[in-house]
Nanobody, 125 residues
Framework: VQLQASGGGLVQAGDSLRLSCAAS????????MGWFRQAPGKEREFVGA????????YYADSVKGRFTISRDNDKNTVHLQMNSLKLEDTAVYYC???????????????????WGQGTQVTVSS
């Protein structure tokens, strides 16, 4: 599956932003979808993921309650809605995918094998 992320940009602290990831090439509904981010000088962070069905989601503590992942299996897209953005949310955000047999399952972060190009999110004060 090929992944194309979009929607990044420059926003102010407290603003909202929605990232999108369009998938092509394989059956989208066979993939668990997720997001990672990497800030300058920091390790890559697993932001969250959504199961094949969309019924199960996982979020890192750092974004829980502010970020929401959703997917549209008919449109082969996954979204990351980011609210109440903070300066520390500044990073390059990557869309990721991993095929899974189970419909309501989220693999460990290290298992995500398909990566798209990143999209930059910059939060200013």
């Amino acid at each position: 599956v090929q992944l194309q992320a979009s929607g990044g940009g420059l926003v102010q602290a407290g603003d909202s932003l929605r990232l999108s990831c369009a998938a092509s090439g394989r059956t989208f509904s066979n993939y668990v979808m997720g997001w990672f981010r990497q800030a300058p000088g920091k390790e890559r962070e697993f932001v969250g993921a959504i199961s094949r069905s969309g019924g199960i989601t996982y979020y890192a503590d750092s974004v829980k309650g502010r970020f929401t992942i959703s997917r549209d299996n008919d449109k082969n897209t996954v979204h990351l809605q980011m609210n109440s953005l903070k300066l520390e949310d500044t990073a390059v955000y990557y869309c990721v995918a991993q095929v899974a047999a189970r419909y309501d399952y989220i693999p460990s972060a290290w298992e995500f094998g398909r990566w798209g190009q990143g999209t930059q999110v910059t939060v200013s004060s």
